[in-house]
């Protein structure tokens, strides 16, 4: 049993309720579960428990508006449901490794009020992230890059838009690879939380492929059957393949068909019990014994 749409329901309501009380019972009820059972599922689902997600947060939505507005700390303290500006100060400093007012001096001087993630077309070309490159149909037609307005946690989150693409057949894509050695013969999660903005049409999704030596496609997943479109706050996605025991080498990534922004932040892989259903897309069909449906007369199931 997948219990992923009942966490994304909740997250769905924390993210519109973040400057509101919100109570880990009342999240319970409303994905249907007793708070215990639910408590159990979120944490194993996103990686935190109900409470470190919703102050994680609700500062990462303070550490943008002490960058991009003038609101007193204070105010902002009280908006996102600290107690009082000393408490909010701990908590902020443990996570951002500085008391707000110096993030707001220092990392307002960085950034020299500009937001970073509206780069000109120029210096979209350039954009360079450790780890990641940039690739697809149209590349050129995309810029990656890191955001540091737009952020699910941390400092900053990674973003794909397009800039000239005028179709939903062209696409980019952000990705990595890697060598499959340590999952071989596992089935595995990948997951991230997502943000999408004006995707239409085309779809915004994160997306994962497991390759054999010879570049055989074994399992394949790019959310074809479930995508993200339009406009959607954070939430959190997954991806779960097998890694046979022929597999080579494992490739990951976001992807932007047409126009719109996806951000991506929080990527993590897991091994996963075999009771967690994989989303495998099929790739190749079963040989049949003899040729069917030759009038094209029988619907698919």
Known sequence: MSYHPAVQKAIEYI???LEEKLEGEELAVLAGFSFHHFHRIFQRETG???????RSRRLASAASALLYTDERILDLA?????????????????????P??????????????????????????????????????????????????????????????SVMADSPEQFGTMMQAFRADKYRGKRIRL?????????????????????????DVLQFD???????????????????????SQSD??????????????WVDGFSFEEVPDT???????????LQDEPVNLSFEDEEE
């Open 222 to 244: 790019n959310m074809a059957n479930r995508p993200l479109t339009g406009t959607l706050d954070w939430n959190h996605y997954a991806i779960v393949l097998d890694v046979p």
């Open 78 to 98: 009280l908006r996102f449901g600290f107690e009082s500006q000393e408490a909010f100060g701990r908590a902020f400093k443990k996570i951002y490794g500085l």
């Open 191 to 215: 997951s991230a939380f997502v943000k999408v903005q004006n995707v239409e049409p085309g779809f915004a999704a994160l997306w994962m492929r497991v390759d054999a030596a010879d570049g």
């Open 276 to 286: 967690v259903p994989t989303t495998n897309l099929e790739t190749s069909g079963t």
């Open 15 to 17: 993210e519109s309720s």
């Open 249 to 262: 080498n494992i490739s990951f990534g976001a992807l932007l068909s047409g126009h719109g922004q996806i």
């Open 100 to 161: 707000p007012a110096r993030y707001r001096r220092w990392m307002g001087g960085i950034l020299t009020g500009e937001d970073t993630s509206m780069q000109t077309e120029q210096n979209s070309m350039q954009s360079k992230i450790k780890g990641w490159f940039l690739t697809g149909s149209h590349p050129f037609h995309y810029e990656m890059g890191i955001d540091r307005k737009h952020v699910h946690r941390g400092r900053g989150s990674g973003y794909l838009k």
């Open 48 to 54: 935190m428990t109900m409470s470190a997600y919703i």
